[in-house]
Nanobody
Framework: QVQLSERGGGSVQTGGSLRLSCAAS????????MEWYRQAPGKERELVAT???????YYAASAKGRFIISRDNSRNTIFLQMNNLKPEDTALYYC???????????WGLGTQVTVSS
């Protein structure tokens, strides 16, 4: 089992920055990919960025150039540095952990990001 705890959400104005973190505990050595998703009210959950244990990253088009995902394997934590935030970035941001094998994945409870114009 893996437990995920997100932190760092908050309210900022357009153009501001926030840094989210997601700390994993439990069977952390089973984890390969860790990912950030977000879900805005009335919309489906969407992928923001991913990073694997070798720190290879991927960004959704909406995040590319503004967000940076990073990973500290020694602390079993990933980060999402979000810059130049826009009102459309307002959402509940979730962390997801994907093990090396199997179909079971793990989700955190989310942290709210609100960007005002």
């Amino acid at each position: 089992q893996v437990q995920l705890s997100e932190r760092g959400g908050g309210s900022v104005q357009t153009g501001g920055s926030l840094r989210l973190s997601c700390a994993a505990s439990g069977s952390v050595y089973d984890i390969n990919d860790m990912e950030w998703y977000r879900q805005a009210p009335g919309k489906e959950r969407e992928l923001v960025a991913t990073i694997n244990r070798n720190e290879r990253s991927y960004y959704a088009a909406s995040a590319k150039g503004r967000f940076i995902i990073s990973r500290d394997n020694s602390r079993n934590t990933i980060f999402l540095q979000m810059n130049n935030l826009k009102p459309e970035d307002t959402a509940l941001y979730y962390c997801k952990a994907v093990p090396w094998v199997g179909e079971l994945v793990y989700w955190g409870l989310g942290t709210q990001v609100t960007v005002s114009s």
